[in-house]
């Protein structure tokens, strides 16, 4: 298994999130959690797109 050191940067870089509409508690959650990470690590709010399908 390969180790990595350092802190993940997310600058710079655009994300798409796909996510269910089905069991909107547990999803919605999970939506909330993904972004909040990326946004911490750097990411831009506008390089983050959610498609709900």
Not at 20 to 46: M, P
């Given at each position: 298994?390969?180790?990595h050191?350092?802190?993940?940067?997310?600058?710079?870089?655009?994300?798409?999130?796909?996510?269910?509409?089905?069991?909107?508690f547990?999803?919605?959650?999970?939506?909330?959690?993904?972004?909040?990470?990326?946004?911490?690590?750097?990411?831009?709010?506008?390089?983050?797109?959610?498609?709900?399908?």
């Amino acid at each position: 298994m390969a180790d990595h050191e350092g802190k993940p940067d997310a600058g710079g870089m655009s994300f798409a999130i796909v996510a269910s509409r089905f069991n909107d508690f547990v999803v919605d959650n999970l939506i909330q959690g993904a972004t909040g990470r990326l946004i911490e690590l750097g990411a831009a709010k506008d390089a983050i797109k959610l498609y709900q399908v």
